[in-house]
Structures are given as structure tokens and as C-alpha cells.
């Protein structure tokens, strides 16, 4: 039989990992009270009386600009870490940093030029 010595404990991990999700579900499943099938089906609207189905097409601007707004708060995740040590970075980090933002300028050129951003 095939065994690696030292990795009996990465062994039982695993499969403390792999038990924990299906103990969850089953706990769940067991614990969980069980709603009426009608007001299951309902759309959440806020505390309102929902009007129409739920399963309405929406128009594919409103996930365009979601989309844009995600890669541009992104940026901030990127560039504040860069700019609390910027002083021990040194000379190539702020180059590095320099490109990175051009790079996001000319994705906002496009997105712009494409009309991701129009919301008429």
C-alpha cells in the first residue's frame, strides 16, 4: 500500500473539511423549519404586496454598469495598500502603479466609448 509518511494529520483535515460542510446541510435539513409552499413562492418586495412574476428580463445596461463599478472599486482594494507604503516602495513600485492606473484609464476610455456608462 502506498502511504506518505507525515501526512496522516493533513489526512484527517481533509476529511474534517469535507465532514463539516455535510454535517451543516444535515443539521439544516433536520433543524430548519419547513415554510407554507405558497409564501415560498412569492417575491420579496421590500414588506410590499408583490405585483407581477418574479422572472422579468432586466435591460443588459444595468449589468454593464455593475460590472464597471466592480473592476473600478477594485482598483481602490489594489492602490491603498500601495499608497500606505509608498515611501518604502520606492521609485519602481510608484512606475508599477503608474501603469496599473493607465492601464484602468484605458479600460474606462472604452467602457466610456462602448456606452457602459450611459444610462438612458
Known amino acids: 500500500m502506498f502511504s506518505l509518511p507525515g ?3 493533513f489526512l484527517g483535515f481533509l476529511l474534517i473539511a469535507g465532514a ?3 454535517l451543516a446541510l ?3 435539513k433536520l433543524l430548519a423549519p419547513t415554510p407554507s409552499p405558497g409564501e415560498r413562492r412569492l417575491t420579496y418586495e421590500s414588506g410590499m404586496e408583490p405585483i407581477g412574476g418574479a422572472w422579468i428580463q432586466f435591460n443588459i ?3 454593464m454598469f455593475a460590472l464597471v463599478f466592480v473592476i473600478f472599486d477594485v482598483e481602490t482594494v489594489f492602490l491603498y495598500p500601495w499608497a500606505v507604503s509608498f515611501h518604502r516602495l520606492g521609485l519602481l513600485a510608484f512606475i508599477e502603479a503608474l501603469i496599473f492606473i ?3 484609464v484605458v479600460a474606462l476610455a ?3 466609448r462602448k ?5 438612458s
Do not use: F, H, K
Not at 115 to 119: I, S, V
Open 110 to 112: 472604452y467602457a466610456w
Open 102 to 104: 493607465a492601464i484602468l
Open 7 to 9: 501526512y496522516d494529520s
Open 26 to 28: 444535515i443539521t439544516n
Open 61 to 63: 445596461r444595468y449589468y
Open 20 to 22: 463539516v460542510p455535510v
Open 115 to 119: 456606452g457602459a456608462l450611459e444610462w
